[in-house]
């Protein structure tokens, strides 16, 4: 057999080149769409998560600040000076939780944070709040999510040692894992603690839904799952009687 190859005419080529072109922007003209929708969810999932915050926000409890006040109306006949330090107390606290629009936030602000509120809610309890703090130093400088820990920290005096005639101690601890490149934050009571079918209410968000845990356990675990996905963890362990503990470990760095 013989084979006689001749080159392509003028015509063919253009409608090569013509009908390439058009497959390679269509490619480029895809690429770009997907990568704006790519750009739009993810703006759309910060305002949703900016959203999670300022309903973090509305959730301050109206009777802790109705509480505060009485308080302070109370130690401004009795201690005046007293009295002006948890004004000045109340309003950082106000201040800083109207204030945090980002995501994140030194652990070290978030601690102020726990503190300033602490600092309120024993002027009320007196000596029936005792608060322990163990904090590794190397910890402060982490990054966090914002109002994530004082309302963990709330619960806990809240449900857990308000309710317990004597009140109780409190511990809060965070440390730092260079190896597992985690921050381990843990707050323990030893309050009235919960029985076995609260608590499997509280995994499941039940006792959210029944007003019972604030601003609710249920509503930090899902921020931290948009957060982390399955890059951290929360524990919760408590006994009837004997207290409640809730530790976090989050991913360092993030």
Request: net charge negative; hydrophobic share 40%.
């Amino acid at each position: 057999w013989t084979y006689v190859t001749e080159p392509p005419s003028i015509g063919v080529v253009v409608i090569l080149f013509v009908v390439g072109g058009w497959g390679l922007g269509r490619d480029i003209d895809l690429e770009e769409g997907l990568e704006e929708e790519r750009r739009r969810a993810l703006a759309l999932a910060i305002e949703a998560e900016r959203a999670r915050i300022v309903a973090l926000r509305a959730h301050l409890d109206p009777h802790f600040l109705f509480n505060t006040l009485n308080t302070i109306a109370s130690k401004s006949r009795t201690s005046p000076d007293e009295a002006r330090a948890l004004l000045q107390r109340l309003a950082d606290f106000f201040r800083y939780a109207l204030r945090q629009d980002d995501q994140f936030a030194d652990f070290s602000n978030e601690y102020f944070f726990v503190r300033t509120y602490i600092a309120l809610e024993q002027a009320r309890y007196d000596d029936r709040l005792t608060v322990v703090y163990d904090i590794d130093p190397q910890v402060l400088s982490a990054q966090v999510p914002v109002l994530t820990i004082q309302p963990l920290v709330e619960n806990s005096v809240k449900h857990g040692l308000a309710p317990r005639d004597g009140g109780g101690v409190l511990t809060l601890k965070a440390r730092v894992d260079p190896l597992g490149r985690a921050v381990a934050i843990e707050v323990r009571d030893d309050g009235v603690g919960m029985s076995a079918e609260r608590l499997a209410a509280l995994a499941t968000g039940q006792a959210e839904r029944s007003g019972r845990s604030g601003v609710g356990v249920a509503n930090i675990r899902e921020r931290l799952d948009r957060l982390f996905g399955d890059r951290y963890r929360m524990e919760i362990r408590s006994t009837l009687g004997e207290g409640t503990t809730i530790r976090l470990d989050l991913p360092l760095g993030t």
